[in-house]
């Protein structure tokens, strides 16, 4: 069957793609570009309500609109109507043609839309070349740095990779499992034993393009990089909204898999977990930039949402999707912090630069040591209730050697995030420039959205978590 | 309700102290000040109002209880109740508090700075009222982020390996906690089949085996860092030396690790507590000892105080795992003492500082004739803190080590030695700086009237402690029984669930 109408939410981001490249043409203004976009996202947030009435929709039979699907569409959208709002800003300065990037955000959201809420791998396929293809140009906006070629050119180059190499594992997945449609392939998992060769050889071939994509050791090593070479608010959607929709399609994948019959699978992925809890962690230690800090605590982040990925189950999904959320609200929020520091383009992302940054502008430095606790897991954040959330999901299935790891992980990543607020809380050296910084409307609005949010969900995250219980049934 | 309204007030007051900044900057201070004074104006009513303890279903003897849902979908709630013990520890936690802030001197950014003493404070009063175990490690946690914000903001040029340390230490001990309360509330389930972090609920239930006794450690390993005990004590030294005063004085001197283990450790764990008592009594022996050499080597006023309160917490540990009840006795009245004294002797060294730039006791001395009512007091302090009959020290020690010789004579004898040893760094406080010859030509001024009064008050409370400490020993009384009621009932009968140890190892397979 095939209802147009649960479709509505992607419908009316690719509209507003068509919409946005037919203004470009005609008359181009930043500003209205912009506020056009935000319409379009924000219509297609308030579509999303709408539709939740007459789930679960099927477009035949490569989508499908239920709980889950449109709890992660809501989430994406509200990352990406956040990233918009300190878009705006931060291209606000720069003399580029800024316009068409707001278009290629939204094909780059259609995309991720697709990846969530497909269940064959064409349909998954199609989602991730709509999300990265515009997401190479992106990254590519700030061409005339050399971090920003350099980034450009290593994310195009392991996204091809890593898409050739995912469609010769749907292939030979395809081949053992009959049917592209993912439901055999989880039949094919709970049902079979020993899983033949070909069978295993798909399905290391696909996590490995979901690692590159999820950015998990060992496929990790462009993210430095690309976090860096990319400007704020791209690296903000490639962080949260890109990484959301690939783990959206490996929780549909993965989540259902148990002991007896994928014990590899589990296994493989558990030393992923392990792996890039470490990897991410003790490279971050040595990296004096924030953005690539923030990248590689983004590796040991994942590391951490696999377990919950692994202990499955109902109740290791939603923790994983109060993780992943929370993790998106947090990166948004440090991003926008980023964008404000910078000036007509060039960006201020150095330790050094955020340093004294409390007595440029106290709500700045405060929100963004917020964010830094959050990603460190202490208590009054939202990081904080996501990582017990985690470990108590950890615990009751026995994963004791990941929890282990989790913990020593959690005291590890403390170094790097506190050399950060220690940097923003301490005086500046004599010979710096105390500048204030001022904030404008649309990003103070952002930054507001996601320290309030990092706050009420560390002190009651209970409406969120029922609303996930809720919808992933 | 009440108690609810004490942490509330304390809360509201940091934000109201944070967002009157923008517009005062000698507000904040008053504010801080009406805040902790009205939350000690209601505890002292509440003092003499449950003089008359309340007795419900014969078992429970809380003077009151506050109950509500945190976040159902977890099964967490918020649990807040007040027995003897909570309530003198929250006293003294508030009225240290009052009093350091009274002779603290004015910062900068003084916002900022009174709202992180108001969460700490508020924090460290949360530890001593929370009964559910998850809203215990949650005030326990939010008690480090004040206080490493404030060594980070307040404290001198390049500290940040030491604020660090600090950070590091208990948060990742505090991780072993979250894990051990974690798995704690798991296994209860798993057996009982009902999952709750409600403290009165989990003291029902006690299982012997290796698994409970790592859960044991987890919680214990949490604690010591907080008490300092001999291997984790890395981190006191620094704090005490870049927290700003009042910080001091509250977060770090009240060692909720020692409520912890009287709390938690030892009731939720009787019989895994009673196999780890005698290496928790050596461990205490050293911590005495160790402390007490550390405090004698030192030059920096701070941080002898801070090795003499290692040294006294020595005590507190050998007395908590004593498991009698004239120990605890002790125990409590140590906390308050030797936090006290400790408190005292850190006000004079930063009014030391105040006056000279300096508290480094090899470049003081001579003091009493110039500033003979500092000198008095600081006299006084070091000659309690080495345990002089008639002050709350000597009292405190004294019951702890009668009562430990009838657990363990031969490491009683050895934890006497350090009466003897606080007395060499003692005096030799007394000996550098106030009388001796004199270094330099100071030219300081005396004691004003709010240091005179506010130091004042503390020498009356040691020496009530020390005469007549029998209104404190009252209200902890039942509280104590009853902890020591339990551990006697779960030694005497054989708990059925023991016979099911077999099935009860944790499922360790990965």
């Known amino acids: ?473 | 309700m009440i108690l609810a309204t004490l942490l509330i007030v304390l809360f509201g007051g940091a934000l109201i102290s944070l967002i009157v900044s923008m517009w005062s900057n000698s507000l904040p201070r008053y504010i801080t000040l009406l805040a902790i004074g009205f939350d000690l104006f209601l505890l002292f009513g509440m003092w003499f109002a449950s003089s008359i303890p309340l007795i419900i279903n014969n078992k429970i003897i809380w003077l009151y209880s506050f109950q509500m849902n945190w976040v159902s979908a977890i099964g967490i709630k918020i649990i807040l109740s007040m027995d003897g013990i909570s309530m003198v520890m929250v006293i003294l936690t508030l009225f240290m508090g009052f009093i350091s802030i009274l002779v603290s001197p004015r910062t900068n950014h003084e916002g900022f700075y009174y709202f992180n003493i108001l969460l700490m404070i508020a924090g460290v009063c949360g530890i001593f009222m929370a009964f559910d175990l998850f809203l215990f490690f949650f005030f326990w946690e939010m008690m480090l982020l004040p206080l490493y914000l404030l060594m980070v903001m307040y404290g001198n040029e390049n500290n940040s390996k030491k604020s660090f340390k600090f950070l590091l230490y208990t948060q990742a001990s505090g991780l072993l906690l979250l894990i051990s309360i974690i798995s704690l509330f798991f296994m209860h389930g798993k057996f009982l089949g009902f999952y709750t972090f409600n403290y009165f609920d989990l003291l029902n239930f006690s299982i012997v085996n290796k698994t409970t006794s790592l859960f044991m450690l987890g919680f214990l390993v949490a604690f010591f860092v907080k008490l300092p005990v001999i291997p984790f004590h890395g981190w006191l030294g620094g704090s005490f030396l870049e927290a700003p005063l009042p910080a001091v004085v509250t977060g770090l001197l009240i060692k909720t690790g020692a409520y912890g283990i009287i709390r938690f450790a030892i009731p939720l764990f009787p019989d895994s507590s009673v196999i780890f008592a005698n290496t928790a009594m050596i461990l205490g022996v050293l911590t005495i000892l160790y402390g007490a050499f550390m405090a004698f080597s030192q030059d920096d006023l701070r941080l002898i105080a801070a090795y003499s309160s290692i040294s006294h917490m020595g005590f507190i540990l050998i007395g908590l795992f004593a498991m009698n009840e004239i120990c605890w006795q002790g125990v409590i009245l140590q906390m308050i003492a030797s936090g006290v004294s400790s408190s005292a002797i850190i006000i004079i060294a930063y009014a030391l500082i105040k006056r000279t730039g300096t508290c480094n006791i090899t470049q003081l001395g001579g003091l009493w004739e110039k500033v003979p009512v500092l000198s008095g007091i600081g006299t006084f302090f070091a000659i309690a803190s080495l345990g002089l009959p008639g002050m709350g020290n000597f009292l405190a020690e004294f019951m702890i080590l009668s009562g430990a010789f009838k657990a363990h004579s031969i490491i009683t004898v050895f934890a006497s030695i350090g009466l003897v040893m606080a007395a060499a760094y003692s005096l030799r406080i007394i000996q550098k700086v106030f009388v001796g010859k004199k270094s330099s030509d100071f030219q300081i001024a005396d004691f004003n009237i709010k240091e005179k009064i506010s130091l004042g008050i503390l020498i009356i409370l040691t020496i009530w402690i020390g005469l007549f400490p029998k209104p404190i020993l009252d209200k902890t009384k039942l509280s104590i029984e009853k902890i020591m009621n339990q551990q006697s009932n779960n030694k005497d009968q054989p708990t059925s669930l023991n016979k099911n140890e077999a099935s009860v190892k944790g499922n360790f397979n990965f």
């Open chain 1, 1 to 473: 069957m095939f209802q147009f109408s649960a479709l509505t939410p992607l419908l009316i981001i690719a509209i507003t793609s068509v919409v946005l490249i037919l203004v470009t043409a005609f008359y181009r203004n930043h500003k209205f570009i912009a506020g056009l976009s935000l319409t379009g996202l924000l219509i297609a947030f308030f579509s999303i309500f709408i539709i939740s009435k007459t789930m679960p929709g099927w477009a035949g039979k490569l989508i499908l609109i239920d709980g889950f699907s449109i709890f992660y569409f809501g989430l994406t959208l509200v990352a990406v109507i956040l990233i918009n709002i300190i878009n705006y800003t931060y291209f606000k300065s720069v003399e580029e043609q800024k316009e068409e990037f707001y278009i290629m955000l939204h094909v780059s959201t259609l995309g991720t839309m697709v990846m969530i809420s497909s269940v064959h791998f064409a349909s998954f396929f199609l989602g991730l070349e709509l999300l990265s293809i515009p997401l190479y140009v992106m990254i590519a906006y700030s061409r005339n740095t050399p971090f920003g070629v350099e980034a450009a050119i290593k994310y195009f180059i392991l996204a091809g990779a890593s898409s050739s190499i995912l469609l010769f594992g749907m292939a030979l997945i395809y081949y053992e499992c009959g049917s592209m449609d993912i439901k055999y392939f989880i039949y094919t998992l709970q049902t079979t034993l020993h899983f033949p060769f070909l069978l295993k050889f798909g399905i290391g071939m696909i996590i490995t393009a979901l690692g590159f994509k999820l950015a998990l050791a060992p496929f990790h090593m462009w993210t430095p990089d690309v976090y860096q070479g990319a400007p704020a608010p791209v690296t903000a959607f490639l962080s949260t909204a890109s990484k959301g929709g690939a783990f959206a399609f490996a929780i549909r994948l993965f989540a259902l898999i148990n002991f007896e019959t994928a014990g590899s699978i589990i296994t493989v992925l558990s030393i992923l977990a392990g792996l890039s809890m470490f990897t991410g962690n003790l490279l971050a230690i040595r990296q004096n930039n924030v953005k690539r800090i923030l990248a590689c605590s983004s590796i040991a982040h994942f590391g951490y949402l696999l377990i919950a990925l692994i202990s499955g189950g109902r109740i290791g999904v939603q923790a994983a999707t109060f993780y992943l959320s929370v993790y998106f609200i947090t990166t948004i929020g440090a991003f926008s912090v980023l964008t404000i520091l910078a000036k007509n383009g060039k960006e201020k992302d150095n330790i050094e630069d955020l340093r004294g940054l409390y007595f440029r502008n106290r709500f700045l430095a405060v929100i963004m040591a917020t964010m830094f606790f959050s990603l460190a897991g202490m208590p009054l954040t939202a990081g904080f209730m996501s990582k017990y959330y985690l470990a108590s999901i950890g615990i009751n299935a026995n994963f004791w050697i990941l929890i282990w790891l989790l913990i020593i992980n959690s005291a590890i990543g403390l170094f790097y995030y506190l050399r950060v607020v220690y940097s923003i809380f301490r005086p500046s050296v004599e010979n710096q420039k105390e500048e204030m910084v001022w904030v404008s409307v649309g990003g103070s609005f952002a930054l507001a959205v996601s320290f309030i949010a990092v706050v009420w969900l560390g002190i009651a995250p209970g409406g969120l978590l029922d609303i996930i219980s809720g919808s992933l049934k």
